[in-house]
């Protein structure tokens, strides 16, 4: 609806659609990740994930707050899972905060009673 003549305001994915020519960005981040480094990139993303998970599964039993890391971890992937479907979940600070602690933990050599 127009008010004295004045266009409706553009959002601003309008304004980027209209200033660069290109279409409105994927809200999806696999999608990000196809249209960015392709099937290998995708791949790489998904086995990163894999890895951590594998190795808090290793640790899960050497202490009951490693056990707690590893569930802790297993709720975060698949809420961060659930939400990259709508968003691109990576440009979100706590994500990444997050993201480098369950790497950290990973480690054996934090959890072994020799060190």
């Given amino acids: 609806m127009e008010r004295y003549g004045h266009p ?3 959002n601003p994915e309008q304004l980027l659609e209209y200033s660069t020519g290109q279409a409105f960005q994927p ?3 696999s999608i990000i990740y196809l ?3 392709g099937l290998i990139g995708l791949v790489i993303a998904i086995y990163f994930f894999y890895k951590i998970y594998k190795n808090l599964k290793n ?3 050497i202490s009951k707050f490693s056990s707690y890391v590893f569930y802790s971890f297993t709720i975060f992937l698949i809420s961060f899972l ?3 479907f709508n968003s691109s979940s990576f440009s979100i600070l706590w994500m990444w905060v997050l ?3 369950f790497v950290s933990s ?3 050599r934090i959890w072994s009673k020799d060190v």
């Fill in 99 to 101: 993201i480098g602690f």
């Fill in 59 to 61: 640790i899960k039993n």
């Fill in 82 to 84: 659930l939400e990259s």
């Fill in 8 to 10: 409706k305001p553009l």
């Fill in 35 to 37: 249209d960015a480094f």
């Fill in 27 to 29: 809200k999806s981040l």
């Fill in 106 to 108: 990973a480690n054996k």
